[in-house]
């Protein structure tokens, strides 16, 4: 049983909790996720990673509430409640060198799953300019922990109610076309990981 420490709203529909699962966060790795069932007769449904604490035994879960089970675990598990099974650390890490520059591109709830690659990217010695974007300012969140693991910190909005207005894929093109850009991780909607590709493929 793995006890959920501390819950947080972030946004509309979105949480962030602290659970105490001890060996997971010793082996945790940047990019790798972990799958949980609430409870006995729960499914199954993979999470990814978004922080961890070996010393304290914690992982950090960003959960948005789309199906069933994250709505269940929003609506009816709180601090001092316990998750029946976690299984992990899963997944293949992601690749850590130390390439030069880097951009970690986030939209939306992707901050949270691209935060621990940055601070990797970061402590491998690479130069990590990062870029952010939600629709709006109040889908936006851990934008302090993202600038604390960033050398450069780029934040866009849909409707330009925080930072620059416009696509994580304006500035992430400005990049491309005015420096030397080594890798670019990019994570969050589908669409918007589909133009982020695109855009790099043109430099």
């Known amino acids: 049983m793995h006890t959920i420490l501390e819950k947080r709203e972030l946004g509309p ?12 966060a010793r082996a ?10 609430l409870h006995e007769r729960g499914e199954r449904i993979p999470l ?26 929003g609506e009816r598990f709180g601090v001092g409640d316990a998750i029946r099974d976690i299984a992990g650390p899963l997944g293949e890490p992601s690749e850590i060198e130390r390439y030069g520059t880097v951009v970690c591109v986030a939209g939306g709830v992707g901050i949270a799953p691209i935060y621990p690659i940055a601070r990797a990217l970061r402590n491998a010695g690479n130069h990590v300019i990062g870029i952010a974007g939600a629709r709006n300012q109040g889908l936006l969140f851990w934008l302090d922990r993202l600038e604390a693991v960033c050398d450069e910190l780029i934040v866009a909005t849909d409707d330009g109610s925080y930072g620059r207005k416009g696509l994580v894929t304006e500035p992430l093109a400005e990049l491309l076309a005015s420096r030397k850009v080594d890798r670019v991780w990019a994570i969050g909607p589908a669409v918007m990981m589909k133009f982020c590709s695109l855009t790099c493929k043109e430099a």
């Not at 945790?28 to 069932?37: E, K, L, N, P, S």
């Not at 961890?52 to 675990?73: F, H, M, P, S, Y």
């Open 28 to 37: 945790a790795r940047a990019g790798q996720f972990v799958v949980i069932r």
């Open 48 to 73: 990814t990673l978004a922080d961890w604490d070996a010393e304290a035994g914690t992982i950090t879960l960003v959960v948005q509430e789309v199906g069933k089970t994250t709505r269940e675990l």
């Open 13 to 24: 529909s979105l949480k962030e909790y602290v659970v105490k699962a001890p060996l997971v």
